[in-house]
Every structure is written in structure tokens, then in C-alpha cells.
């Protein structure tokens, strides 16, 4: 046996290793990876739907229930506050209306 074919014995061994450990490490990470999503489904994304479904769900802290009325804010529009009994859209619009259209 000459140096020649031992050192690819050896060099073939260690690539045949190699690669069947990343077979295993990528396997390990696959399934891994597949047990958090499935603990995220059952933990997080079910629970979710349930209360969906029930009709018992509550909206995340500071966002307004869809079922209950919203005023939407409307004081610093304008970048000035709202003063009460005054309507700035009624004084802006009699003033456009007097305004000729252009053509």
C-alpha cells in the first residue's frame, strides 16, 4: 500500500463523517424547527381562534374593539386645537364656494 491510497482512504473516511454529521446536525435543526412551530400552533395560534370563535376575544392594550363606536380624534388636524362651537370645515367651505372653478 503506497502513501498515495492511504491518504485518500483517510481523506475519503473524513468526508464520508463529515457530511453524515451534517446529515444529522440538519436533521436535528429540521425537527427542532418543526417543534416550535407546532408549540406556536398549539400554544399561541389555537387559543387565538378559540376565543375567536367564542366571541370572547379582547383586542391588544390600546387598540379600539371593532364592535364598540369610535369618534375618531379630531382636535390639532389642523395643527391647531379643536375650540368648541366652532366649525372650521363650515367656514372653509361657503369661501371655496364663491370661488370661480378653473378651467
Same mark, same amino acid.
Given at each position: 500500500m503506497n502513501w498515495e491510497t492511504a491518504l485518500l482512504t483517510v481523506l475519503g473516511g473524513f468526508l464520508a463523517s463529515l457530511s453524515g454529521l451534517l446529515v444529522e446536525w440538519w436533521r436535528e435543526s429540521r425537527r427542532l424547527r418543526d417543534r416550535h412551530f407546532e408549540d406556536i400552533? $398549539? +400554544?399561541?395560534? %389555537? *387559543?387565538?381562534l378559540e376565543?375567536?370563535? @367564542?366571541g @370572547?376575544?379582547?383586542?391588544?392594550?390600546?387598540v379600539a374593539p371593532l364592535n364598540e363606536a +369610535? &369618534?375618531? *380624534?379630531?382636535?390639532? !388636524?389642523l395643527g %391647531? *386645537? @379643536?375650540v368648541a362651537g366652532e366649525d372650521p370645515v363650515e %367656514?372653509?367651505?361657503? %369661501? &371655496? !364656494?364663491? $370661488?370661480?372653478v378653473p378651467t
Open positions: 400552533k $398549539q +400554544h399561541c395560534l %389555537e *387559543p387565538i376565543d375567536c370563535i @367564542e @370572547e376575544a379582547t383586542p391588544p392594550h390600546g +369610535h &369618534d375618531p *380624534p379630531t382636535s390639532g !388636524l %391647531e *386645537p @379643536e %367656514e372653509v367651505v361657503p %369661501e &371655496d !364656494l364663491t $370661488q370661480p
